[in-house]
Nanobody, 115 residues
Framework: QVQVVESGGGLVQPGGSLRLSCAAS????????MGWYRQAPGKERDLVAT???????NYADSVKGRFTISRDNAKNTVYLQMNSLKPEDTAVYYC?????????WGQGTQVTVSS
């Protein structure tokens, strides 16, 4: 069983930056892909970015060039560096740890971009 815990959300002005962290615990060696998703009020949960164990990344078009996902396998932690934030980035951000036979979601962290 793998548990994930996110941290780093908050309130930031447009154009600002935030860094989210997600730590995986338990049998974390079985995690193949880790990623970030987000859900705005009244909308579905959408992909933001994912990263494999060997560092292959994938980004939503809306965040390319602004967000960077990275992974520290020794710490079983994934990061999301978010720059040039826009009001439309406001959402609850969820971390996912995915293995062959499981998907483990975190509880979510709120990111609010507003002046």
């Amino acid at each position: 069983q793998v548990q994930v815990v996110e941290s780093g959300g908050g309130l930031v002005q447009p154009g600002g930056s935030l860094r989210l962290s997600c730590a995986a615990s338990g049998t974390s060696s079985s995690v193949i892909v880790m990623g970030w998703y987000r859900q705005a009020p009244g909308k579905e949960r959408d992909l933001v970015a994912t990263i494999t164990k060997i560092g292959d990344t994938n980004y939503a078009d809306s965040v390319k060039g602004r967000f960077t996902i990275s992974r520290d396998n020794a710490k079983n932690t994934v990061y999301l560096q978010m720059n040039s934030l826009k009001p439309e980035d406001t959402a609850v951000y969820y971390c996912l740890a995915k293995g062959l036979r499981f998907d483990s979601w975190g509880q979510g962290t709120q990111v609010t971009v507003s002046s």
